[in-house]
């Protein structure tokens, strides 16, 4: 199958693939850093041969291409108290870290502000992916927070705060999986090469992690990510088609969007 670019992001799809409403998909693009998912994201977005988004779907505002005006005041408010951004944090799994005493009022009622808008985030960004795949698009999530939260606070071992229990309740119950979920696979060592971030052990832990999402996630498909990422970005586009093809022989319901 020879993949074809389209002359633009709303360019008209590939003959026998002209996507109807209720026929799209979405497709999330995984890995720890370094593999090379937002690379391939983009390369996707214009290679192409239907109508497709982009649409970060991870933990990082700053990295995020529509944030909510109440996530931007938090940014603005961070950032007039000199609160540097560092990036993606997500908690650690539970019994990683020693026990705090409960926690004040005040930093419950924080905490409880945090979770309202991590949860209108999501779900704003998951309305825009419902929105784009009832067009007919194909909806390229950069990361997905099913599979960067799910270790966390959806299957962590031992006790959870109130709040990150609340925030897997949210992930697996409400938010839907994607319609497909590529994994980019790559050697711990070479994730630390490319991104020079953590440790190789750290790296590898993360690998495990998201491989542990095949006996989770239905439609889990892994990629080999060492490769050159026109390579990657075309097995992906193939995988993508091929879902796209089997699912438009179905109903067209909302599916994982």
């Given at each position: 199958?020879?993949?074809?670019?389209?002359?633009?992001?709303?360019?008209?799809?590939?003959?026998?693939?002209?996507?109807?409403?209720?026929?799209?998909?979405?497709?999330?693009?995984?890995?720890?850093?370094?593999?090379?998912?937002?690379?391939?994201?983009?390369?996707?977005?214009?290679?192409?041969?239907?109508?497709?988004?982009?649409?970060?779907?991870?933990?990082?505002?700053?990295?995020?291409?529509?944030?909510?005006?109440?996530?931007?005041?938090?940014?603005?408010?961070?950032?007039?108290?000199?609160?540097?951004?560092?990036?993606?944090?997500?908690?650690?799994?539970?019994?990683?870290?020693?026990?705090?005493?409960?926690?004040?009022?005040?930093?419950?009622?924080?905490?409880?502000?945090?979770?309202?808008?991590?949860?209108?985030?999501?779900?704003?960004?998951?309305?825009?992916?419902?929105?784009?795949?009832?067009?007919?698009?194909?909806?390229?999530?950069?990361?997905?927070?099913?599979?960067?939260?799910?270790l966390h606070d959806v299957d962590a071992p031992?006790?959870?705060?109130?709040?990150?229990?609340?925030?897997?309740?949210?992930?697996?119950?409400?938010?839907?999986?994607?319609?497909?979920?590529?994994?980019?696979?790559?050697?711990?060592?070479?994730?630390?090469?490319?991104?020079?971030?953590?440790?190789?052990?750290?790296?590898?832990?993360?690998?495990?992690?998201?491989?542990?999402?095949?006996?989770?996630?239905?439609?889990?498909?892994?990629?080999?990510?060492?490769?050159?990422?026109?390579?990657?970005?075309?097995?992906?586009?193939?995988?993508?088609?091929?879902?796209?093809?089997?699912?438009?022989?179905?109903?067209?319901?909302?599916?994982?969007?």
């Amino acid at each position: 199958m020879t993949l074809t670019r389209r002359p633009s992001r709303s360019g008209p799809a590939s003959a026998g693939r002209t996507p109807r409403p209720g026929r799209g998909l979405t497709a999330a693009i995984v890995g720890p850093d370094g593999a090379g998912k937002t690379t391939v994201a983009r390369h996707l977005h214009t290679m192409l041969p239907v109508p497709a988004a982009y649409l970060y779907m991870g933990v990082s505002a700053e990295s995020s291409n529509h944030l909510l005006p109440t996530t931007r005041l938090i940014r603005f408010l961070r950032r007039r108290k000199g609160v540097v951004e560092r990036g993606p944090r997500i908690p650690p799994p539970a019994g990683s870290v020693p026990s705090r005493p409960k926690a004040s009022p005040g930093r419950q009622l924080r905490a409880a502000a945090r979770l309202a808008n991590r949860v209108a985030e999501e779900s704003y960004r998951q309305g825009l992916a419902s929105w784009h795949r009832r067009q007919g698009r194909v909806v390229l999530l950069d990361r997905h927070v099913f599979a960067d939260y799910y270790l966390h606070d959806v299957d962590a071992p031992g006790p959870l705060p109130l709040s990150r229990r609340l925030h897997g309740l949210f992930v697996s119950r409400v938010l839907p999986p994607p319609d497909l979920l590529l994994y980019l696979d790559v050697p711990a060592e070479l994730l630390f090469e490319r991104k020079g971030e953590g440790t190789v052990e750290v790296l590898e832990q993360m690998r495990h992690n998201y491989a542990q999402l095949a006996g989770v996630v239905p439609a889990f498909e892994t990629i080999d990510g060492t490769r050159p990422v026109d390579e990657v970005a075309a097995e992906a586009a193939q995988r993508i088609l091929r879902r796209l093809d089997r699912s438009a022989g179905g109903a067209g319901g909302d599916g994982g969007a």
